[in-house]
């Protein structure tokens, strides 16, 4: 059985996982411009081989980030739909759960297109 405390747990999740996304994104294009800097001014081999290393592990997690994130959206999904279906149709802890998934779908929309 569904209940708020869960709702709010799920909501929290989201929201989290949804920032360590940016983050990592983030991570990405700072490494990025970083590597391309370092190739531009020759830098040295090694250093320029753990740089790109770095990079990579960078760009891995953002799929994995994404992965975890549409499995928590969609945890939060069926606890919202089996508190509704129990008859809480309103609450801050409901408001709050919607407005977390429509900016979670806005961040899959935004990254598809």
Known sequence: MATLRNLKIKTSTCKRIGKELHSYEKEVETESAKTADMKAKGAD???LKQQ??????????????????????????GTLVELEESGQKEGSEIDDARSTITDVEQIFQSSDA
């Open 45 to 47: 081999p090694y250093d």
């Open 52 to 77: 790109e290393n770095v990079l990579a592990e960078s760009r891995m997690m953002v799929p994995d980030c994404r992965k975890r994130l549409e499995a928590a959206l969609s945890d939060l999904k």
